[in-house]
């Protein structure tokens, strides 16, 4: 029984052992999980805490003389000083370096979304921006007629009085070259009563124009074929200088290469005339009762009607008129 009694006294013994092990394991992984929920509330306190403002590409300071720290985040708790505007300017621009060193300064942490530069901007025009935006879409389509307007934004390249909001629009001035672009500037005028102001304006305009595109490498002197070329809708601002916009109901003949996949333009084509270069007519040269037949080809492309130069089988040149597609009129 004593051996017994000691085999059982020793394993207690070893149990209690095996408890007190484990409980001191149990309170240093206690401790490990406190000092890890320590740490992680330690990191997201300082992470909240810490003030993160988001730098945009412009902002609109109607009215203001200088800016302050609120304009880019109303969430500040201490406003500070940041950045003076120059008088009569609608438009500023600094670097973006500029303005964070500000925050910086005042510990604030900044995520840029800039391309380097931060504008500032009078966006409020005192008039009719309804009208005027009618007015000059409609310029744009008048000119385009396959263009489709998405948007048109208006600036103004000035501080404008606050009393214009008074006057009436009357009308704009754009020229047809400023036409061709997607941003630019042109001229209002506005009337209240017998007082006249002129004003100018800044447009941007978001839009698609419908275009042609060669199908294939196209060579001079080729009549130009509907299945040449393709109608393709491009971004407005990708104008190409010279591109057709208008729909090909004529023939056109090319002039000179076009690679394929080219836009075609204006000085690539030129119209095709009743009768080409080349062409045999037959010249005709009366004298009272004796005419004279002359077979002859032509040295241009001539319309019905044009006087222009032939040359006969024997070399010899004369100025015809062209009577028809087939009959010219040798002149004296």
Do not use: M, W
């Given at each position: 029984m004593i051996p017994f009694q000691s085999q059982n006294k020793t394993a207690c013994g070893n149990s209690s052992v095996v408890e007190h092990d484990l409980a001191k394991v149990g309170v240093a992984s206690s401790n490990l999980v406190s000092r890890s929920i320590l740490i992680l509330l330690f990191s997201l306190t300082f992470l909240f805490s810490s003030t993160n403002i988001i730098l945009k590409q412009s902002y609109c300071v109607d009215g203001l003389k200088k800016v302050?720290?609120?304009?880019?985040?109303?969430?500040?708790?201490?406003?500070?000083?940041?950045?003076?505007?120059?008088?009569?300017?609608a438009v500023y621009s600094v670097t973006t370096n500029k303005i964070v060193s500000k925050f910086k300064?005042?510990?604030?942490?900044?995520?840029?979304?800039?391309?380097?530069?931060?504008?500032?901007?009078?966006?409020?025009?005192?008039?009719?921006?309804?009208?005027?935006?009618?007015?000059?879409?409609?310029?744009?389509i008048k000119r385009f007629p396959t263009i489709k307007v998405k948007d048109i934004k208006l600036y103004s390249p000035s501080s404008l009085e606050p009393n214009l909001a008074l006057y009436s629009f009357v009308k704009l001035k754009i020229s047809d070259n400023v036409l061709t672009r997607a941003k630019g500037s042109f001229?209002?005028?506005?009337?209240?009563?017998?007082?006249?102001?002129?004003?100018?304006?800044?447009?941007?305009?978001?839009?698609?124009?419908?275009l042609f595109k060669a199908?294939?490498?196209?060579?001079?002197?080729?009549?130009?074929?509907?299945?040449?070329?393709?109608?393709?809708?491009?971004?407005?601002?990708?104008?190409?200088?010279?591109?057709?916009?208008?729909?090909?109901k004529k023939s056109y003949i090319i002039k000179g290469y076009i690679r394929k996949g080219s836009i075609l333009r204006q000085n690539n084509l030129r119209i095709k005339k009743d009768i080409l270069k080349g062409s045999?007519?037959?010249?005709?040269?009366?004298?009272?009762?004796?005419?004279?037949?002359?077979?002859?080809?032509?040295?241009?492309?001539?319309?019905?009607?044009?006087?222009?130069?032939?040359?006969?089988?024997?070399?010899?040149?004369f100025r015809v008129k062209i009577l028809s597609q087939k009959v010219a009129r040798i002149l004296e």
């Open positions: 302050n720290a609120s304009l880019f985040d109303k969430q500040i708790k201490s406003d500070f000083f940041v950045l003076k505007l120059p008088k009569n300017r300064l005042n510990d604030i942490n900044t995520t840029d979304l800039t391309n380097g530069i931060i504008v500032f901007e009078n966006c409020k025009i005192p008039l009719d921006l309804k009208s005027i935006k009618s007015v000059l879409r409609s310029k744009f001229e209002i005028v506005l009337k209240r009563g017998k007082s006249i102001k002129k004003k100018y304006l800044k447009f941007k305009i978001d839009a698609t124009i419908l199908n294939y490498n196209l060579r001079n002197g080729k009549i130009l074929q509907n299945s040449d070329y393709q109608k393709v809708r491009v971004d407005f601002s990708k104008l190409p200088s010279g591109a057709i916009v208008k729909e090909l045999y007519i037959k010249a005709v040269l009366q004298d009272e009762n004796l005419i004279l037949e002359i077979d002859a080809h032509l040295l241009k492309d001539a319309n019905v009607g044009d006087i222009v130069k032939i040359r006969t089988s024997s070399g010899k040149i």
